[in-house]
């Protein structure tokens, strides 16, 4: 077997995994990030709209102890590298009508990593889009920062907590094609394991 053959049966045998009797695991960790990431953008918000704070002084729980961190393009951009990799390791695991959901989910993602892709481009570079003296992305001339932020991640989490009640719920045929044991009261071993 050659190194590039043994890498990728390497690669498909962990996929499997993932996406077969890890796929509970791995689909619990990358939501525990979602929540953590959420958190940090609810308290950003109650630091702006409840405690009144000057948006530059509200960096959310992690900005508090961290400043420079937050303010960093790298983060932001990191985060939104983490989620699109999440969705598109994790989505093989779903079946039938949560696929779709996860799908649409992993299609909203790669708009929102493209705006952060941008705006860690811009910071870089110190070229801003838009005539702009800070990193701007294409629909922050529309909504503020904090605003679109707020907006860009509720639109991946609906249709992927939509795509994660249909998975753990599944109806008779989803749950007879299921590679993995994440279905509610599911026990039995998984098709192909």
Do not use: K
């Amino acid at each position: 077997m050659t190194t590039d053959t043994a890498q990728s049966a390497s690669t498909r045998s962990w996929s499997a995994v993932v996406n077969g009797r890890g796929h509970r695991t791995a689909m619990n960790i990358f939501m525990a990030i979602v929540i953590a990431h959420w958190a940090e953008h609810i308290a950003q918000a109650i630091q702006i709209w409840a405690l009144g704070w000057p948006r530059p002084r509200a960096l959310g729980l992690l900005g508090m102890a961290f400043p420079w961190l937050v303010s960093s393009e790298w983060l932001h951009y990191g985060f939104a590298l983490v989620m699109l990799g999440g969705l598109w390791l994790l989505r093989a695991g779903f079946h039938g009508r949560a696929t779709r959901w996860w799908v649409i989910a992993l299609g909203i993602q790669v708009w929102h990593h493209l705006e952060h892709f941008l705006l860690l481009v811009q910071a870089q570079t110190h070229h801003y889009l838009f005539g702009a003296s800070v990193p701007t992305s294409i629909i922050q001339q529309f909504l503020p920062r904090v605003e679109l932020h707020l907006f860009y991640n509720a639109l991946v989490t609906v249709p992927m907590a939509v795509a994660v009640v249909l998975h753990l719920r599944p109806n008779a045929g989803e749950r007879a094609v299921a590679r993995c044991t994440c279905a509610v009261g599911r026990r039995v071993q998984p098709v192909g394991a």
